[in-house]
């Protein structure tokens, strides 16, 4: 079963940059559709950036030309470039994967970024 870890998230001043990995194990990455998705307090779970298993992606309207999602499939991980970040940017991130069915297997436990001067 695939099991997920997110890091890479921290506190940074407006307009710095992060970057987030989602490294999985116990079964390659590169099979499904990851999602990275942000929950800020008292508000829904929303989604980021999401890259298929050819490499395709979209990206919310709210993050798009600032971050980035790519996919290692040797190092079996993916990331969120972030950049020009923002205080709305504020949130837990948490990274996911989707099988072919577009069914969700995993959730990772999520990674805090705070945007703040």
């Known amino acids: 079963q695939v099991q997920l870890v997110e890091s890479g998230g921290d506190l940074v001043q407006p307009g710095g940059s992060l970057k987030l990995s989602c490294a999985a194990s116990?079964?390659?990455?590169?099979?499904?559709?990851v999602g990275w998705y942000r929950q800020a307090p008292g508000r829904q779970r929303e989604l980021v950036a999401r890259i298929a298993r050819d490499g395709s992606t979209n990206y919310a309207d709210s993050v798009k030309g600032r971050f980035t999602i790519s996919r290692d499939n040797a190092e079996n991980t993916v990331y969120l470039q972030m950049n020009s970040l923002k205080p709305d940017d504020t949130a837990a991130y948490y990274c996911n994967v989707a099988n072919v069915l577009g069914i969700v297997v995993k959730w990772g436990q999520g990674t805090q970024v705070t945007v703040s001067s």
């Open positions: 116990g079964s390659s990455i590169s099979i499904y559709v």
